[in-house]
């Protein structure tokens, strides 16, 4: 079994935030950096409701990115980022669709 990474508070809300935007809004995922800000940021479907810096997210972004849970999407003009979790832990769309909901709430 793959050892599960411990999330900060603000890795867990970036994260279920870019699991929620690819199957809710797939036309805009992989997300920017500002609209990754935005999604953690959103106030419906959230608890609790938080209010991150842009820098804030960048940090979570970059910390997700050395724990192998996400990455910079290539052939794109700006930095997008995407999850990893069905790659890093063979996970079904129904089960990440549920760890995404748990990380949001």
């Known amino acids: 079994m793959t050892d599960l990474p411990v999330l900060s508070s603000v890795e867990a809300r970036v994260l279920g935030s870019l699991i929620e935007k690819k ?4 036309d805009v ?15 419906t479907a959230r608890e609790p409701v938080m209010a991150l810096e842009l820098t804030d997210v960048r ?16 052939a794109s ?16 769309t129904p089960q990440i669709a549920i760890v995404g909901l748990l990380l949001l709430r």
Do not use: C
Not at 29 to 43: C, E, F, I, M, S
């Open 77 to 92: 003009r700006v930095e997008r980022y995407e999850h990893l979790m069905a790659q890093r832990f063979s996970l079904t």
């Open 29 to 43: 995922y992989p997300l920017t950096l500002n609209g990754a800000h935005a999604a953690a940021n959103q106030k």
């Open 23 to 26: 199957e809710l809004t797939p």
């Open 59 to 74: 940090r979570a972004l970059s910390s997700l990115e050395q724990k192998g849970l996400v990455r910079q999407a290539v």
